[in-house]
Every structure is written in C-alpha cells, then in structure tokens.
T-cell receptor
Framework: NAGVTQTPKFRVLKTGQSMTLLCAQDMNHEYMYWYRQDPGMGLRLIHYSVGEGTTAKGEVPDGYNVSRLKKQNFLLGLESAAPSQTSVYFC????????????FGAGSRLTVL | AQSVAQPEDQVNVAEGNPLTVKCTYSVSGNPYLFWYVQYPNRGLQFLLKYITGDNLVKGSYGFEAEFNKSQTSFHLKKPSALVSDSALYFCAVRAIYNDMRFGAGTRLTVKP
C-alpha cells in the first residue's frame, strides 16, 4: 500500500548538472503532478499529466522537462540545474472523478550549489 | 486562471480556543475547493473539500470549512484547537484544465 513514492529523497547537485526525479504511483491514477515548494510561496505547479503519454505545463515549467511513458510513472528532469531550482519537490496523483483529491508523495529535497 | 490567497502567514491560538485559517479564491465557473495539511518533513494530506451543496463542509480531525460564494472565501475552522493541530495548512482550488492551484500556506501554532 505504497501510494505515491518519490526517489530520491535527497540530492545535492552542482550548477549545470542534470538529474531526474522519479514518481511512481500504484493506485492506477490517470492524473499526475509535479509541484515545487518554496518558503512563503506555497506549492507551485511545474508540469502535469492527464494520462499516459501526455504532459502539460503548469505555472513554473521553465528549466524542467517531464515524461509519462508509463501510466504509473511520472519523471521530472532538470537538464542543467541552477541554484534557483533548490527546492522541495512533491509529486501527486489523483483519479479521474472531478473532485478527486490529490495523494502526495513524501517529497524530494534538492539542493543546487 | 484560478488562484488562491491565504492572507495570513502565521496564526497563533491557545489550546482549547477556536481557530480560523482564512482563504479566498478566484476562479472562472464553479470551484472545487480543498484544504490540505502538512506536518514537518511530510507530504500534504487531505483535510476536506467543497464541491457543491451545503456551504459548511466537515472534514478530518474535527475541522470544518465554510464556503461563501459572495465573498469568494473558504475559511478553515475548528471549534477547539489542539496542540497537535500545529502544522502548515494549504488552501487549494481547481476549476478547468485539470490542475490544482495552492495558496502560499498558513502556519498554525497552537500553544498549550
């Protein structure tokens, strides 16, 4: 009964390095989301997906790419990390009913030096 | 686009007193409104939601929220606060395009 699992939980990068955050859900949810959480700014939507093979931009998509090759996985990539991308990243998913709530992962803390 | 405002960064209450955490929203059409709570080093957990119907919504852990369409507000309330309610609370709204927008969060501190 894992729900939403994010890996890794912690990562330190140097400016310019690349990395991928993995989000996996075992609830057969159609929709998946990536948010970043910064002090005083709440959660801001980076990208989201409404189904396998689809992705869409959120509020703050620049500097990130995503892929949803399998329904259960949603990957967030940073091609060239910048200090401004230091943040805590949360993945979430939900089912297809209009008012379904989001189920969140535990978060991934990324530091870019 | 939809948006949410939480006007208070911090709310402090004494244990046993009622608490209110404020939220206002902006959305085209009828909103789906949510409250989530975040404990330290954890992901967000769902508390309650408003879809339609009764303006007073009851949720987990004794929390409730009142939807006010004319004031475009969805304030979170609890009649008697507990120390264990201390956490970060987020209001969220969803309308079209399948994405959920969150407020900046309000840190609730309940003192013994």
């Amino acid at each position: 009964n894992a729900g939403v699992t994010q890996t890794p939980k912690f990562r330190v990068l140097k400016t310019g390095q690349s990395m991928t955050l993995l989000c996996a859900q075992d609830m057969n949810h159609e929709y998946m989301y990536w948010y970043r959480q910064d002090p005083g700014m709440g959660l801001r939507l980076i990208h989201y997906s409404v189904g396998e093979g689809t992705t869409a931009k959120g509020e703050v998509p620049d500097g990130y790419n995503v892929s949803r090759l399998k329904k259960q996985n949603f990957l967030l990539g940073l091609e060239s990390a910048a200090p401004s991308q230091t943040s805590v990243y949360f993945c979430a998913s939900r089912g297809t009913a209009g008012a379904n709530v989001l189920t969140f992962g535990a978060g991934s803390r990324l530091t870019v030096l | 686009a939809q948006s949410v405002a939480q006007p208070e960064d911090q709310v402090n209450v004494a244990e046993g007193n009622p608490l209110t955490v404020k939220c206002t929203y902006s959305v085209s059409g009828n909103p789906y409104l949510f409250w989530y709570v975040q404990y330290p080093n954890r992901g967000l957990q769902f508390l309650l939601k408003y879809i339609t119907g009764d303006n007073l919504v009851k949720g987990s852990y004794g929390f409730e929220a009142e939807f006010n369409k004319s004031q475009t507000s969805f304030h979170l309330k609890k009649p008697s606060a507990l120390v264990s309610d201390s956490a970060l609370y987020f209001c969220a709204v969803r309308a079209i395009y399948n994405d959920m927008r969150f407020g900046a969060g309000t840190r609730l501190t309940v003192k013994p």
